[in-house]
């Protein structure tokens, strides 16, 4: 044990612990799709005018709806974790339950809209038909489809792992440590929600730009 | 000195014999031996494809291999050297097994991550292999855009994959190590009272854990570009080689210092130890670590001063890159004020110590030559260049990794080496490594450029010393393999603390208990007290 263990006792020093290497791990999340951002950047500002015309082919409405879903997952998140810490199991465990659901209802209007973009022949490199500003609205899809497609594989992620936590809260007890699991899957969660924040105006609505 | 603990508990060694136990282990120490039979294997791969191009370079002629194969095995040579032996060398076997003793600890923060990382670097080491039985790749560990993704013809996804997974396997070594140092601490283990080799772990991990994940992200963007024919570094579809170039050395550059940093750490114990003195600037040193990391993320476009990036941006890198060797300089006079009037023992891992000063210096120093636009654009892409990082990763680097396994292998096996073989195996490396990379400084000034199978006559004499220092060289990196494997077996059995070190990990039997003490070990006010006058009464 180190010396904080005996400072502050094993449940306070393991929340910190486990609390600090998943602030680490979000670093280092942070510079992986910081690379994702930086092509971005480079596109955004090399062709800023076919930028904003390309983003016209994304379905806004449907990330403004898949960005009210995630916010609100976020905050059932934000509850759940609150919850957890005055033990009341049943209700962490329902608000669990929300969160995933509404994670899996972001993933399922992601795909229609995946669905609806191939036919549309908007995915580079294997289904593209839009014959205006090829070159950049191309690459622009090329980005979107990848910093979109690595968001959802962390979603999905989340949305497992929330739902497997809220199956062990099935029954009782609930012991203090729980709430230390829960606090720092709530972190994750709301670090892939705060990516989306910038993955819906980068993409969808860039286009507003008159 | 304080009271050695005989533990009277097996050791970590005795928990169990089977493979079984080993490849399940989430024991810090285990895993240690675990990559450094790993890294070990990967060495000779790395090795013997060097020498295999230093045996093409005898001649001016290419008529050893083909230009294709030559740029398979200068590529391999790099992939195998650079991202699966150097990043992992000293913090994946050094340090994991030292961390948590060096700091009073009984195991990392994540135990099970831990062992995970090992799986992970195997992984990508598979796709590397497999790379190699398929046919290899030719683009250079670099994997320049477009060369990589339009034109080379080899199997640069697979390569590609194996970088890209080994990645997340640094990744979660330092994730461990930050927060294994932040978290598990002994009582009374200060920040300040740290070994500095601890210091060079956590700064190696910072780097470690910001950097990687941009390579990640690179390689993907190359490899959907190379299989999709969509893609940001591309000019002819919009995009920007120099892009690549950028998000490459965003990592690459503070790579080395994730390969040298580790090396300075270990060069600080055995420096203090076999000097009996206390090392000088303790503080200084600490700052100068965080301040080459911090600096390290700073000086990446200094590999782009000829690639058309703009001049204004080369002059800022150019006087960032000057400032690096502010706290380089600050670490290489520390060491030597260690030594002056100490009393030295020229024992081998001192040896390799000694040997990591000089020729660190000597990289540094050219380092600077390189750093200046004007001289660089005459020296880019020469022999100087691969002389240069040569002193600074195999001088540097593979010697205190050397240094080091030496130092603590009594502690690591309970064996002692055989003391005369390992002086002579270290000076037949400081030797063979001279002889080998001095001429390149030359030939490289000179204009003979990298990565051609072919030369003018007039560079052979040079190549030929070169190429003879190789195997004298070859020589100095399996000897110790011949006697380190003898004493597993047969050297006598290591004392708690055969060198009269400091530091936490002599406070417990060789080779420790699972869990390293028995007792949480009470931490040294002063660090280093070697000398007499801070000794404390």
Known sequence: MSAAAREMGPGEWREQTSSLGMWVFLATEVMFFGAVFLAYLYLRTQYPDAVSEASRHTHEWMGTMNTAILLTSSFSMALAVRFSQIAKRQTVQRLLWVTAALGAAFLALKLTEYTMEWHEGLVPGLHFTIARNARVTQLFFFLYFLATGVHAVHLAIGVATVLWMSWRLRKPPFPDWRADEIDVLGLYWHFVDAIWIFLYPLFYLVSLQA | ?537
Request: charged share 10%; net charge positive.
């Open chain 2, 1 to 537: 000195m304080s009271v050695i603990a005989a533990t009277g508990q097996p050791s970590y060694l005795e928990e169990g014999f089977s493979l079984w136990s080993w490849i399940t282990t989430r024991d810090h120490k285990r895993i240690a031996i675990l990559y450094m039979v790993a890294i070990t294997a990967f060495f000779f791969i790395g090795g013997a494809a060097a020498a295999m191009i230093r045996l093409e370079l005898v001649t001016p002629r290419g008529d050893l291999v083909t230009a294709d194969t030559y740029n398979k095995l200068f590529t391999v040579h790099g992939v195998v050297m650079v991202w699966f032996f150097l990043i992992p060398s000293i913090p994946a076997t050094l340090g994991n097994f030292l961390i948590p003793l060096m700091i009073g600890a009984r195991e990392v923060a994540f135990p099970r991550l831990n062992i995970l990382s090992w799986y992970i670097y195997v992984l990508g080491g598979i796709f590397v292999i497999y790379t190699l039985i398929a046919g290899g790749v030719d683009t250079g560990w670099t994997f320049y855009t477009p060369f990589s993704t339009l034109f080379s013809n080899t199997h640069v996804v697979l390569a590609v994959m194996g970088v890209f997974v080994v990645g997340f396997s640094s990744i979660l070594t330092g994730l461990n190590f930050i927060v294994t140092v932040h978290r598990m601490r002994a009582p009374g283990m200060t920040w300040f009272r740290m070994p500095l080799f601890v210091w060079a772990n956590y700064a190696t991990s910072i780097i470690m854990v910001l950097a990687t994940p941009v390579l990640a992200m690179t390689l993907v963007l190359l490899a959907l570009e190379r299989v999709l024919r969509v893609g940001i570094f591309d000019p002819a579809l919009g995009g920007d080689p120099l892009l690549f170039q950028h998000l490459f050395w965003f990592y690459s550059h503070p790579a080395v210092y994730i390969m040298v940093l580790p090396a300075m750490g270990v060069v600080s114990e055995i420096i203090t130890c076999f000097a009996r003195k206390r090392i000088f600037g303790y503080k200084f040193m600490c700052y100068a670590i965080l301040g080459i990391a911090g600096f390290g993320f700073l000086v990446w476009g200094h590999h782009m001063f000829v690639s058309g990036q703009s001049m204004y941006a080369g002059m800022v890198f150019s006087a960032l890159s000057f400032m690096v060797a502010v706290p380089s300089a600050i670490k290489v006079f520390n060491w030597t004020a260690t030594l002056y009037k100490g009393s030295i023992a020229f024992t081998a891992p001192m040896l390799y110590a000694l040997g990591f000063v000089g020729l660190f210096t000597v990289g540094g120093m050219t380092g600077l030559y390189l750093a200046a636009i004007a001289l660089d654009v005459h020296l880019t892409d020469t022999y100087f260049v691969i002389a240069h990082f040569h002193y600074i990763m195999v001088g540097g680097s593979v010697m205190a990794y050397l240094g080091g396994i030496h130092y603590w292998w009594p502690k690591v096996t309970g064996r002692m080496y055989n003391e005369a073989w390992g002086r002579v195996a270290a000076l037949i490396i400081f030797a063979g490594f001279n002889l080998t990379f001095f001429p390149q400084y030359i030939l490289g000034y000179l204009g003979m450029p990298r990565r051609y199978h072919e030369y003018p006559p007039e560079f052979q004499v040079l190549n030929i010393l070169s190429s003879a220092g190789a195997s004298i060289l070859a020589v100095g990196y399996l000897l110790p393999l011949v006697y380190l494997g003898w004493s597993l077996f047969k050297g006598p059995h290591a004392p708690p603390n055969p060198w009269d070190a400091r530091g936490l990990e002599w406070k417990t039997s060789s080779p420790p208990p699972k869990d390293n003490f028995v007792e949480t070990p009470a931490v040294d006010p002063v660090p280093y007290s070697y000398s007499p006058e801070v000794k404390p009464a």
